[in-house]
């Protein structure tokens, strides 16, 4: 019987999907620093 799933080649869905997570892993980091960013810009004004 051959094998359903090998493990050398992805589908196209599981592509897209590994890639769209990554995506939005790095718009969550972006928006984390941002918001660090004008906090920090925040206190840093007020003294």
């Known amino acids: 019987m051959p094998s359903q799933c090998?493990?050398?080649?992805?589908?196209?869905?599981?592509?897209l999907e590994i890639f769209y997570t990554a995506l939005l892993a790095v718009a969550f980091i972006a928006v984390v620093w941002f918001s660090g960013l004008v906090v920090y810009k925040l206190f840093k004004g007020q003294s």
């Open 6 to 15: 090998p493990s050398a080649s992805r589908s196209a869905p599981e592509v």
